[in-house]
């Protein structure tokens, strides 16, 4: 990166992990305390708006997510300040989860789960890993039967709707050993196996238009299939892997293939594009090995590389720059698969992504990093920057944080990834942890 005019030598980040630490400064000044705990502006500009609305302690733009990535910051610099942050955003969440009424991975009370559990873990406290199994309990009693005749929450079977909740329940299980969540989980889970579709044409990320939603991750096929192929790791039930091999089939038909490069939507994000369609082949591989399953995320990531984008901005990439929907996303599958595959193509690809990504941060005025984005792309004037993880600086700022601990192996640290995240949670490949150090 450059030299910068405008900021200060001593304000301009030049890793990844310095970059972090700036967008936690900036962070830091959006947050709220109370009796309660703390909660963060999702946009604390003067007569700011966020990008999204989105409940203060939701994991796309609210506590949840930001007390993850604090956590990730407090481990990436080993400075304890940051495990303040995220206690206190701990406390606000184990005071509040009650009044979550949506049940959804993103927007409500499963990821209040998440980042109880985590916090729990780190901190070592007991009170929020009970706040953690208190919430997952009701979420688990607030299963009820659809008119299909299977379980669920809110009928919509996509990761935005009950598919985020059954990753999660799955991620409880396995974290407090309670079989029930599982139970449930996989019932909830028979039922949108059963489903050869969503159900009627599911609404597209905000930012996109409709039309790019139904191949899509966040609440297309690729994540129902993604969620399918994760259940019959869990179970080894071949209805969920035949039900997921149905799914990729549809993204694979929608495909544009030019020699070894393939896209699916004219988007290359997390939500809707390549970035999350290419977590739903590496899960199949994962759970299944079929090495044709790994050819097709790689034939994805050619396809990012190929558009051009971050470096000119395309109709799949276009003034964004968050986990959601932009680069921060692309960093996520590009670290992710060099951890997979011991690729250094990947990884490069990933840091040249960096670059780009604290090149264009703003912290001009000594408060810290963000980044203003027109989220919705058909909208381009409305450009906002927001803290949240989905949409603003904490999730752009685990990604970087992601980006640092690779290559580490003599230092591998675990990293917190989302239940939807299927690449290695130590972002080293494994022939380098069996290396001797030095």
């Given at each position: 990166m450059g030299p910068d005019p405008i900021r200060s030598f001593h304000e301009r980040a030049e890793t990844?992990?310095?970059?972090?630490?700036?967008?936690?400064?900036?962070?830091?000044?959006?947050?709220?305390?109370?009796?309660?705990?703390?909660?963060?502006?999702?946009?604390?500009?003067?007569?700011?708006?966020?990008?999204?609305?989105?409940?203060?302690?939701?994991?796309?733009?609210?506590?949840?997510?930001?007390?993850?990535?604090?956590?990730?910051?407090?481990?990436?610099t080993g400075h304890e300040a940051y495990l303040e942050d995220a206690r206190a955003g701990a406390r606000y969440l184990a005071e509040t989860w009650r009044e979550q009424a949506g049940m959804s991975l993103h927007h409500g009370l499963a990821g209040v789960v998440l980042a109880l559990t985590e916090a729990g873990w780190a901190l070592g406290e007991e009170r929020f890993e009970a706040s953690a199994v208190a919430a997952a309990d009701r979420i688990v009693r607030s299963a009820r039967a659809l008119d299909d005749g299977g379980i669920g929450w809110s009928g919509d079977p996509t990761l935005r709707g009950d598919g985020g909740v059954v990753l999660e329940l799955l991620c409880a299980a396995a974290a407090f050993?309670?079989?029930?969540?599982?139970?449930?989980?996989?019932?909830?889970?028979?039922?949108?196996?059963?489903?050869?579709?969503?159900?009627?044409?599911?609404?597209?990320?905000?930012?996109?238009?409709?039309?790019?939603?139904?191949?899509?991750?966040?609440?297309?096929?690729?994540?129902?299939?993604?969620?399918?192929?994760?259940?019959?790791?869990?179970?080894?039930?071949?209805?969920?892997?035949?039900?997921?091999?149905?799914?990729?089939g549809l993204v694979r038909a929608a495909a544009v293939l030019t020699g070894e490069s393939a896209v699916v939507t004219d988007h290359l994000g997390?939500?809707?594009?390549?970035?999350?369609?290419?977590?739903?082949?590496?899960?199949?591989?994962?759970?299944?090995?079929?090495g044709g399953d790994l050819e097709w995320v790689k034939r994805l990531a050619r396809g990012v590389k190929e558009s051009g984008a971050p470096f000119r901005q395309t109709a799949g990439l276009w003034n964004v720059a968050c986990q959601c929907c932009g680069t921060a996303g692309l960093i996520e599958l590009y670290v992710g698969l060099w951890a997979a595959t011991g690729d250094q193509e990947h990884l490069e690809f990933a840091r040249r992504l960096a670059d780009h990504l604290i090149g264009r941060a703003t912290g001009y005025d000594g408060r810290g990093y963000r980044w203003y984005q027109a989220y919705r792309r058909q909208r381009p004037g409305q450009v906002s920057a927001d803290t949240g993880y989905l949409t603003g600086a904490a999730g752009i700022?685990?990604?970087?944080?992601?980006?640092?601990?690779?290559?580490?192996?003599?230092?591998?640290?675990?990293?917190?990834?989302?239940?939807?995240?299927?690449?290695?949670?130590?972002?080293?490949?494994?022939?380098?942890?069996?290396?001797?150090?030095?």
């Open positions: 990844p992990l310095t970059a972090a630490v700036m967008a936690g400064r900036w962070i830091r000044t959006a947050a709220v305390d109370d009796e309660r705990g703390r909660r963060w502006r999702a946009n604390p500009d003067p007569q700011g708006r966020p990008a999204t609305p989105g409940g203060p302690a939701s994991l796309h733009s609210g506590a949840a997510g930001i007390v993850l990535f604090f956590l990730e910051l407090a481990a990436g050993g309670v079989p029930a969540y599982e139970e449930v989980a996989v019932e909830a889970g028979r039922r949108i196996a059963r489903l050869s579709a969503p159900r009627g044409r599911p609404a597209a990320c905000p930012a996109l238009p409709a039309e790019a939603a139904t191949p899509g991750f966040l609440a297309g096929t690729a994540g129902i299939a993604f969620l399918l192929a994760r259940l019959y790791g869990a179970t080894g039930e071949e209805a969920f892997l035949d039900a997921a091999r149905r799914g990729a997390y939500c809707s594009g390549s970035a999350g369609i290419a977590r739903m082949f590496y899960e199949l591989y994962r759970v299944a090995g079929d700022g685990a990604a970087l944080l992601h980006l640092d601990a690779a290559g580490q192996a003599d230092r591998p640290r675990r990293v917190i990834l989302l239940p939807d995240n299927p690449f290695p949670s130590i972002p080293v490949p494994a022939v380098a942890l069996r290396r001797p150090a030095g």
